[in-house]
C-alpha cells in the first residue's frame, strides 16, 4: 500500500515570496493533516481535513497561509508571503477517520523549507 | 489542557546498552491514547505503538518494550541492546477529546545517538 506522498522534498525561496506544496493521502483515508515541524521541536498541527470540511485549523497562520482539500483526497498548502520564521518541515500526515480518538496519523517524508 | 512532555532532549548510548526514553503526559479526558513514533535522518515519522488509557499492559515488540502507568502519567519506551540503527529522534504524542474535537499533541522528542 502505497504511503502518504509529499511534493516538492526539499525547497528554498527569498523572503516574501511564495511556495505551494502538496500531499496525496493513503488511499482511503478521510482525514488529512498538515504539521509544521521547526528543527529541534516536535510536529505542531496548523490544520486538519475531515474530507474536504476544515476541522481544525486554530493554529494556522491565517494572514499567509491557506490549504484546501478541494475534492476531499489530495491537499495543498501554501504561504504567501513567506517569512524567514516560516522555515521548518512542512509535514502531511492521514489516519482513517476521524470520530473517535486514538487513529494512528501515518506521516510522508515531508516537505523542507528554507526561507532565506 | 492537554500536554506531552519528553525531558531528555538527548541520549547517547554505546551499542548493546539498554536505553529508556521517558514520557510523561497530562490529559482531562478519561478515554485517550499514546503513541510513540521515530524520526530517523531522512525526515518521516514512523509510527511505532499505540496504547490507549484503558490498557495498562506493557507491550514487547522484539528489542522495543513500553510501559504505561496512569498513575504516574508516564508511557516510557525502552530499547534493549540498542543498535546503531536505532539513532533517530523518538517523539511520544497524545490523543484526546480534549474541547473542539479529537487531536493528538506531539513532545518535543528525544534525539537518541548510539554509537559503536
Same mark, same amino acid.
Given at each position: 500500500e502505497a504511503g502518504v506522498a509529499q511534493s516538492p522534498r526539499y525547497k528554498i525561496i527569498e523572503k516574501r515570496q511564495s511556495v505551494a506544496f502538496w500531499c496525496n493521502p493513503i488511499s482511503g483515508h478521510a482525514t488529512l493533516y498538515w504539521y509544521q515541524q521547526i528543527l529541534g521541536q516536535g510536529p505542531k498541527l496548523l490544520i486538519q481535513f475531515q474530507n474536504n470540511g476544515?476541522?481544525?485549523?486554530?493554529?494556522?497562520?491565517k494572514d499567509r497561509f491557506s490549504a484546501e482539500r478541494l475534492k476531499g483526497v489530495d491537499s495543498t498548502l501554501k504561504i !504567501?508571503? +513567506?517569512?524567514?520564521?516560516?522555515s521548518a518541515v512542512y509535514l502531511c500526515a492521514s489516519s482513517?477517520? !476521524?470520530? +473517535?480518538?486514538?487513529n494512528t496519523i501515518y506521516f510522508g517524508e515531508g516537505s523542507w523549507l528554507t526561507v532565506v | 489542557a492537554q500536554k506531552v512532555t519528553q525531558a531528555q532532549t538527548e541520549i547517547s548510548v554505546v551499542e548493546k546498552e539498554d536505553v529508556t526514553l521517558d514520557c510523561v503526559y497530562e490529559t482531562r479526558d478519561t478515554t485517550y491514547y499514546l503513541f510513540w513514533y521515530k524520526q530517523p535522518p531522512s525526515g518521516e515519522l514512523v509510527f511505532l505503538i499505540r496504547r490507549n488509557s484503558f490498557d495498562e499492559q506493557n507491550e514487547i515488540s522484539g528489542r522495543y518494550s513500553w510501559n504505561f502507568q496512569k498513575s504516574t502519567s508516564s508511557f516510557n519506551f525502552t530499547i534493549t541492546?540498542?543498535?546503531?540503527?536505532?539513532s533517530a529522534v523518538y517523539f511520544c504524542a497524545l490523543s484526546g477529546t480534549n474541547t473542539g474535537g479529537f487531536k493528538t499533541i506531539f513532545g518535543a522528542g528525544t534525539r537518541l545517538f548510539v554509537k559503536a
Open positions: 476544515v476541522v481544525d485549523d486554530s493554529q494556522l497562520p !504567501q508571503p +513567506a517569512k524567514l520564521e516560516d482513517l477517520f !476521524q470520530g +473517535a480518538s486514538g | 541492546a540498542s543498535q546503531v540503527v536505532d
